[in-house]
């Protein structure tokens, strides 16, 4: 690549934190350092197996009873499938069932595993497939909801409300990372940051519960946020970040893209 080629790059000079483990796509860092941004992988969240299966294998037991699979996550799919192979059960098991996923990113996840989505919301989350199973009238099914530890409870409360069986399994957890954060808050101290990427709320959660009770509310005043989904947005809020982007589309790349639109119009307004 040419020095005049990378001067070029939407994102020359961007020092961005990603805050999430990198899979073996290293999808968001990779799309961003082709970008021409500076990262910096510090991650916020560790995904883990759950301490137990026991309620996920109760439900592939007792799988004829169930009639809507629901992911609310791309994690749920690769840890549901993970352990499906942990079990030596083919993917086949899941057939009969109508599956819905939270978005595009979750069905896309699915596909790899080679199963079709039947439902995928307008709206990326909980409150967007409640809009959905209220138009298909969910009274006398059951849905089996495979998700993380500690979930958002208000699909699984208004299905009940519906008149709908409602059964859960924790197939990840989102943990705290056992590690030094000194590095990562040294950056921050010393201003060696432009942004911050989170893709979920538990990393945004987790950022300001490392920070230093001294250094008060004003320690992100020169960060710009970049979030994944509403959620994670809106906690990003709560804790007094300043959020500049979230994609229409729910995905990395279009996460990466969005970053470098926003940092192209800002250079045209100087």
């Known amino acids: 690549m040419s020095a005049e080629f990378q001067n070029d790059l939407p994102l020359k000079g961007q020092r961005i934190l990603v805050t999430r483990e990198e899979g073996p796509d290293h999808s968001l860092s990779e799309s961003l350092t082709q970008l021409g941004a500076e990262v910096h992988i510090h991650p916020l969240i560790s995904i883990q197996p759950p ?25 749920g ?28 990113a979750t069905a896309e996840a699915l596909l790899q595993e080679g199963l079709e989505t039947d439902l995928i919301p307008g709206l990326y989350q909980s409150e967007g497939l409640i809009q959905e199973f209220q138009k298909i009238k969910p009274d006398g ?29 924790t197939v990840y957890c989102n943990r705290m990372p056992q590690m030094d954060f000194s590095p990562l808050l040294e950056l921050i101290r010393l201003k060696k940051l432009d942004w911050i990427v989170f893709a979920s709320a538990s990393a945004v959660k987790n950022l300001s519960s490392i920070i230093p009770q001294e250094w008060g509310k004003t320690w992100s005043s020169n ?44 250079a045209q307004r100087i």
């Open 51 to 75: 301490d137990s299966w026991d309620s996920f294998d109760q439900q592939i037991n007792h799988i004829n009873q169930i009639d809507w699979l629901v992911f609310t996550s791309r994690n």
């Open 77 to 104: 799919v690769i840890f549901t499938f993970q352990r499906l192979a942990e079990l030596n059960l083919l993917n086949e098991i899941f057939q009969s069932l109508r599956i819905a996923c939270i978005g595009p």
């Open 141 to 169: 099914l059951c849905f089996w909801l495979v998700q993380a530890e500690a979930p958002r409870s208000i699909l699984q409360k208004e299905l009940i409300k519906m008149n709908a069986e409602v059964v859960t399994s």
């Open 223 to 266: 960060l710009k946020v970049a979030c994944l989904g509403e959620i994670t947005k809106n906690t990003a809020f709560e804790q007094g970040l300043n959020v500049e982007v979230q994609p229409e589309v729910q995905n990395f790349e279009h996460l990466a893209t969005a970053i470098s639109d926003y940092v192209s119009k800002q």
